[in-house]
């Protein structure tokens, strides 16, 4: 146990954007507590509920919520970004509550996972994000600099940025957070999967199994659940939908498909080792997740969120991923596609990278 996070308070808290958040955070909760931290956890929706059943021990605060949502139809993406004015409110309210926090708790470092209010002045504040430089649409890409711009004032009130991902070599973010310069130190974790928390049973691979497992905000995660359970009646493939939905409804079978609510992490994993294929999201925490497992995969990015169409068409240029539009959908024509393409490489997790950065707060403690 390293003595300068003996009993430290360290506040970890993710936006609640899907779970992708709450799940990459795990590791590194995990691994505060195994260096004598004191964690509380702070954040709000499905993804603070995930860390209070996967930690049921430490004390849990709720913030604010963001409310982020996907309209649809054209310009989604746009469309939430009109609702800022509301978001940057709640991010003024959220930083005032930390601070509240900050002197009631006795906190000595913050992680805050895509939460922009969630830091202080007065205690080292690390800020954990993929995304360094947010993509606008393609037709739009002359404003990336302003966007940088902007992203800036936010991230410059924070101590320094913790990547999940590699320095170098065969990183997953690629341009989104490498040689990107915002103005405060940035440092590399390494690739954190909640995966790594767990060892592999001895169940095979089924050549037929499909799992689907879906995420990430309304409304567009039930759109792209009703088009592929429509897809995949007509085809009359078997396959497990997970619905990535917290809820107290019992899972049920809709044909030949067996419909899951919601897994914890563990179940998860075994369920995603005996398949052959998986269809998801290529949301970043989803694809560090998968990327455990070496398992040929359909990605179907969320309408208007071109970080996923960045990370989707990446593996695709590298014959490692079937990406298909969700306006497009044709599950047919990406079954004949997945013959084509390579498993995705199983990428080794080591703490070793996480456990510099940790040290480094801790000794700042």
């Excluded at 009993?7 to 590194?28: E, K, Y």
């Excluded at 694809?287 to 990605?299: A, E, T």
Aim: proline share 5%.
């Amino acid at each position: 146990m390293d003595s300068f996070f003996n009993n430290a308070n360290i506040l970890v808290s993710p936006l609640d954007w899907g779970l992708g958040h709450a799940t990459r955070s795990t590791p590194i909760i995990q691994r505060l507590l195994d260096k004598g931290a004191h964690v509380f956890l702070a954040g709000d929706g499905a993804s603070l509920q995930f860390l209070q059943e996967y930690f049921p021990q430490l004390e849990t605060i709720e913030l604010p919520s963001y409310h982020i949502e996907y309209p649809t139809g054209m310009g989604g993406a746009w469309k939430t970004v009109f609702k800022a004015p509301k978001i940057i409110e709640t991010i003024k309210n959220e930083q005032k509550f930390v601070e509240d926090l900050v002197k009631k708790l006795h906190l000595q470092a913050i992680i805050s996972d895509n939460r922009y209010g969630v830091y202080s002045a007065k205690i080292p504040s690390i800020f954990m994000g993929h995304q360094l430089k947010v993509l606008p649409p393609k037709g739009l890409r002359w404003g990336a600099g302003a966007i940088l711009r902007w992203h800036k004032t936010y991230l410059k009130h924070f101590t320094e940025v913790w990547i999940p991902d590699f320095p170098d070599g065969e990183n997953l973010s690629g341009e989104l957070s490498h040689r990107v310069d915002v103005g405060i130190p940035v440092k590399f974790i390494g690739p954190q999967s909640r995966f790594s928390l767990y060892e592999k049973n001895n169940n095979t691979i089924d050549a037929k199994k499909i799992v689907v497992v879906l995420s990430g905000p309304e409304p567009q995660r039930t759109l792209l659940e009703d088009k592929l359970k429509a897809q995949l009646k007509e085809l009359k493939l078997n396959c497990t939908l997970v619905r990535g939905v917290i809820c107290k409804d019992d899972d049920y079978t809709d044909e030949n498909i067996s419909v899951i609510h919601y897994l914890h992490g563990r179940d998860l994993f075994h369920l995603l080792n005996e398949a052959a294929v998986v269809i998801s999201r290529p949301g970043y925490s989803t694809l560090m997740d998968l990327s455990q497992l070496n398992k040929k995969v359909i990605l179907i990015p969320t309408p208007g969120q071109t970080e996923q169409q960045y990370l989707a068409e990446n593996l695709a240029l590298k014959n490692l991923a079937v990406v298909q539009k969700q306006s497009q959908l044709n599950l047919q024509s990406a079954f004949r596609q997945i013959e084509q393409i390579q498993a995705l490489p199983k990428i080794h997790l080591t703490t070793q990278l996480l456990d510099e950065q940790l040290d480094s707060l801790g000794k700042r403690l």
